[in-house]
């Protein structure tokens, strides 16, 4: 039924492939999940968005022995459908069916039990210690979206991260998306970033004009010195957050761009110490109406694929505290409200129309 799909069992199965391969299997990935999540709900429009980096990350690492942390637990369908689980997405989310979460017990390729958020690059940091301090030798990875990174666990160990120097690479899966749109600081510094992504071709084209010297590379610590120097006047502004603390920012790079992924990666994995790769991704990416409404389709209750999730009768628990709070606050002025980065999702949007200050 699925040309590509169907001869893809294990992460040793996409090895070989070619980048035009991986495309259209990308393409496979895509139809299998709106199929499969229209008949049984479940996490659409992030897990549409990661389709050619997942791919990429099973090509070019080598699961389990190179551990991948995935932060948003909700982002590892595409993970589970190519480490041998596409059949298990008939139970997705059902009693004694499969987890929607990376679970150990379920398989090898899920290194940790992650629920969300904003957990990946201390687990990461955690597991690179451990293989430092066993001299052993893998890659580790960890995978974070533009909202998680923004939650303090996160931070706390990007600063650890860049003061201890760990071996490591963080993906910054970046949709401009929280479960509704981003907002914040570091929202709007990762935009200015996509915004100017001259950033890394500068900072690229002074590095090749620096290695090559007529007499071969430059080796000489001094040397390397000078030509950190010399790249860090090229460098905008915008990318100093990362370089400053101490970790090396690669980007952005198009997260549908399969070829220009893999090459990212490689790039990533020959670097030493903590590296971060920002991808550009696109929540929703190949079904029309996820694409529109990226926050509808975030986490669905069965649907008809031609039609698009249908406004139903039934009046949900978080429209009707939304409702309530906002009717309470009409006669209260102390009452505020908080949302954990979900307006819509727990009806306090209809509280923000109601009382946008
Ligand atoms: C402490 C806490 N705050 C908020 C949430 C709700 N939540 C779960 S994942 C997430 C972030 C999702 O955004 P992102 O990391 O960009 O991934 P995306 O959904 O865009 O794929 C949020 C806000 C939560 N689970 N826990």
């Given at each position: 039924m699925y040309k590509y799909l169907d001869k893809v069992n294990s992460p040793q199965d996409i090895k070989n492939m070619t980048v035009d391969e991986?495309?259209?299997l990308?393409?496979?990935?895509?139809?299998?999940?709106?199929?499969?999540?229209?008949?049984?709900g479940g996490h659409l429009a992030s897990n549409l968005g990661v389709v050619e980096l997942t791919l990429a990350l099973h090509k070019v690492f080598d699961s389990p022995k190179d551990k991948i942390v995935w932060d948003v637990g909700h982002q590892s369908y595409v993970h589970k459908i190519i480490t041998g689980r596409k059949d298990n997405f008939k139970n997705l989310r059902q009693f004694n069916g499969m987890s929607g979460f990376p679970k150990e017990c379920e398989c090898e390729h899920d290194i940790f039990d992650t629920g969300h958020s904003s957990t990946s690059i201390s687990v990461a940091q955690g597991l690179a210690c451990a293989r430092d301090i066993k001299k052993e030798e893998s890659d580790v990875i960890a995978v974070i979206g533009d909202g998680s990174i923004t939650g303090g666990m996160a931070l706390e160990a990007l600063n650890h991260v860049g003061y201890t120097n760990t071996d490591m690479i963080i993906i910054l899966n970046d949709n401009e998306m929280s479960i509704d749109k981003n907002v914040g600081g570091m929202s709007r510094y990762l935009s200015?970033?996509?915004?100017?992504?001259?950033?890394?071709?500068?900072?690229?084209?002074?590095?090749?004009?620096?290695?090559?010297?007529?007499?071969?590379?430059?080796i000489s610590k001094t040397a390397n010195k000078v030509k950190d120097s010399i790249i860090s006047k090229f460098i905008p502004q915008e990318c100093s957050f990362f370089e400053s603390i101490g970790i090396k920012y690669y980007g952005p790079v198009d997260?549908?761009?399969?070829?220009?992924?893999?090459?990212?990666?490689?790039?990533?994995?020959?670097?030493?110490?903590?590296?971060?790769?920002?991808?550009?991704?696109?929540?929703?990416?190949?079904?029309?109406y996820a694409e529109e409404q990226p926050d509808k389709y975030h986490g669905v209750s069965k649907f008809d694929i031609k039609s698009g999730i249908k406004g139903s009768n039934a009046v949900s628990i978080s429209n009707q505290v939304g409702q309530k709070?906002?009717?309470?606050?009409?006669?209260?002025?102390n009452i505020v409200a908080i949302t954990a980065a979900m307006p819509s999702g727990t009806g306090l949007n209809i509280f923000e129309k109601n009382h946008p200050n």
């Amino acid at each position: 039924m699925y040309k590509y799909l169907d001869k893809v069992n294990s992460p040793q199965d996409i090895k070989n492939m070619t980048v035009d391969e991986l495309d259209l299997l990308a393409k496979d990935i895509r139809k299998f999940l709106v199929r499969s999540v229209s008949q049984t709900g479940g996490h659409l429009a992030s897990n549409l968005g990661v389709v050619e980096l997942t791919l990429a990350l099973h090509k070019v690492f080598d699961s389990p022995k190179d551990k991948i942390v995935w932060d948003v637990g909700h982002q590892s369908y595409v993970h589970k459908i190519i480490t041998g689980r596409k059949d298990n997405f008939k139970n997705l989310r059902q009693f004694n069916g499969m987890s929607g979460f990376p679970k150990e017990c379920e398989c090898e390729h899920d290194i940790f039990d992650t629920g969300h958020s904003s957990t990946s690059i201390s687990v990461a940091q955690g597991l690179a210690c451990a293989r430092d301090i066993k001299k052993e030798e893998s890659d580790v990875i960890a995978v974070i979206g533009d909202g998680s990174i923004t939650g303090g666990m996160a931070l706390e160990a990007l600063n650890h991260v860049g003061y201890t120097n760990t071996d490591m690479i963080i993906i910054l899966n970046d949709n401009e998306m929280s479960i509704d749109k981003n907002v914040g600081g570091m929202s709007r510094y990762l935009s200015g970033i996509i915004r100017n992504s001259t950033v890394n071709k500068v900072k690229d084209e002074v590095e090749k004009i620096l290695q090559v010297s007529p007499g071969g590379n430059i080796i000489s610590k001094t040397a390397n010195k000078v030509k950190d120097s010399i790249i860090s006047k090229f460098i905008p502004q915008e990318c100093s957050f990362f370089e400053s603390i101490g970790i090396k920012y690669y980007g952005p790079v198009d997260g549908h761009n399969t070829k220009e992924i893999i090459e990212a990666l490689n790039k990533a994995k020959s670097k030493k110490g903590p590296v971060l790769l920002h991808v550009i991704t696109k929540k929703g990416k190949g079904y029309r109406y996820a694409e529109e409404q990226p926050d509808k389709y975030h986490g669905v209750s069965k649907f008809d694929i031609k039609s698009g999730i249908k406004g139903s009768n039934a009046v949900s628990i978080s429209n009707q505290v939304g409702q309530k709070l906002s009717e309470m606050a009409n006669k209260n002025e102390n009452i505020v409200a908080i949302t954990a980065a979900m307006p819509s999702g727990t009806g306090l949007n209809i509280f923000e129309k109601n009382h946008p200050n």
